[in-house]
Each structure stands twice: as C-alpha cells, then as structure tokens.
C-alpha cells in the first residue's frame, strides 16, 4: 500500500466512522430528553461525512488517471476493495464505539445548552477539559448488552434489508462509477456522473424508509410507549445492518462498475 492509498482509506473510515456514530447522538437525545439538539447534532454528523465524502472523488479519479497513463490498472480492482473494506473496519469500530458516542453526545447536548454557540461546542473538544471528558466517557459495550441483542428490535427486518441496500450502494456509488471509467476510459465522464442515479436511490431509501422508522420510535421513547432500552437495541440493530451493507459492497462493486461502463455507452 503506497501513501495516497493509505490517505484514501484513512479518509474512507473517517467518513463512515462519523456516519456510524452519528446514530449514537440519537440516543444521548433520549437520554437527556433534548430530541432537537440531538437531531441537530445527527443532521451536523452526516452532514460532514457526506461533504467529506466528496473529496474522495477527486483522489480516486487522479489515481485512475496515473494508471491509465503510466499502466498497473491491474492493481486498481484490488486498491478500490481495500477502500471499501477499510469502510467496514470503521463502522465496526463506531458499533464498538457507540456507547462512548452516546456519552460525549449527551455532554456535548449538555455544553450546548449552556452556551448555544456551536464555535464553543468546538472549540472545547480540544481544550484539557473537553480532552478530559473524552477519556471519561471512553467504555465498550457491556457482555449484557450484547445478549439483549437477540430479543426484539424495534424496527422491522424489511427496514433493516433496505438500510443493508442503501448502504450497499452508498458505499459503490462513487467507486464503481469511477472504475467504470477505468473499464471504459472513452466514456469516464459518463461513468463518473452516474454515480448520482445510484447514490440517489440510496438516499430515498434511507430518507423514505428508515429514517421516519427511527423518528417515529423516538417519538414513542419520549412518551413513554417503549422502551429506552429497546431504542438503544434498535440503533445498534441498524448499525449492524450499515455493516453488513459495507460487507455486501464487495460483492456489488464489479458488476455495478461493469453495468455503469456498459450503460456509460448507452446514454
């Protein structure tokens, strides 16, 4: 692994680090009872992990260039799964992580409050005590917890199917429209503009499907309907399904990449 690989892959897991405990502000809202702020803070999250995500692009694109120009377009296939698989090390690490979020989130709900300046809400991150609350609030999830997993979620198994799919296709969309320009460089353009069709499809699942599920049962936690305990089940439940379409990438990756160059040529 050469060093601009290893950035593209560090900055590949920072992105969906962010994504994967973005959840986590979810449960500090129910936790502090602050639904809005906590909201705020998720829209705050994605908002940085899908903009973050656009630098990616560029990086990928001069890489296929090089190669294009200098050879060892062999190595690309290989290079480009090492990325999404450094996408699913950092979304197990959030799921690990997810009870650390939960408690920096409620202190960061907490901070806010008292200072409604989202500046001050940053620059404390980096202060001795915002450092120090950092370390407080570091723990991994309890054996306990883990066991509750298997009793019931809050949301259905076709809504965690189609979290699996989205993520799936978040995951290839810029990727494989990419490589689809190095399988069809005459039509690289094309290909890299594609991406937004399935990237698209992605974000209606995710906006039309699964994330009304996640609001309409914290609406319920608020009033008391169900359970906090099954709200945290829940959130976990749905990150393990961002996992799992990460891992599921893998196998969409090559033919996604080949039916965005042959339609690449199409259009």
Same mark, same amino acid.
């Given at each position: ?10 900055? %590949? ?5 962010? @994504?994967?405990?973005?959840?986590? =502000? ?15 803070? $998720? ?11 656009? *630098?990616?692009?560029? $990086?990928? =694109? ?29 979304? *197990? ?45 570091? %723990? ?46 005459? *039509?690289? !353009? %094309? ?32 009033? @008391? ?8 089940? %829940? ?16 196998? *969409?990756?090559?033919?996604? =990449? ?8 199409? !259009?």
């Amino acid at each position: 692994m050469d060093s601009k690989l290893l950035v593209i892959c560090l900055l %590949t897991a920072g992105i969906n680090l962010i @994504g994967a405990l973005a959840y986590a =502000a979810r449960i500090a809202g129910v936790r502090t009872g602050r639904i809005a702020m906590s909201f705020a803070l $998720f829209n705050i999250l994605v908002l940085v992990s899908r903009t973050a995500n656009g *630098f990616l692009g560029p $990086f990928l =694109a001069k890489r296929i260039e090089n190669r294009l120009a200098n050879g060892g377009g062999d190595a690309l296939l290989g290079d480009f799964r090492m990325v999404l698989a450094s996408a699913s090390v950092a979304v *197990f690490a959030g799921i690990l992580l997810v009870p650390t979020g939960q408690r920096l989130f409620a202190d960061a709900i907490g901070y806010f409050q008292r200072t409604r300046s989202t500046g001050k809400l940053l620059l404390h991150t980096v202060t001795p005590g915002g450092l120090s609350t950092i370390r407080q609030s570091l %723990t991994m999830p309890k054996l306990s917890n883990l066991k509750t997993l298997a009793s019931m979620q809050g949301v259905g198994w076709g809504v965690l199917l189609a979290n699996v799919l989205a993520q799936a296709l978040l995951s290839v969309g810029v990727l494989a429209s990419l490589y689809a320009g190095y399988l069809n460089p005459e *039509f690289r !353009v %094309t290909a890299s503009q594609l991406s937004a069709i399935i990237n698209g499809v992605a974000t209606i699942l995710l906006f039309a499907l699964i994330d009304p599920q996640i609001s309409v049962l914290t609406d319920d936690v608020v009033e @008391g309907r169900v359970d906090a305990g099954l709200f945290r089940r %829940t959130i976990v439940w749905v990150s393990i399904s961002r996992l799992v379409g990460t891992l599921l990438a893998q196998a *969409f990756f090559l033919p996604s =990449a080949m039916a965005i160059a042959w339609v690449a040529a199409r !259009v």
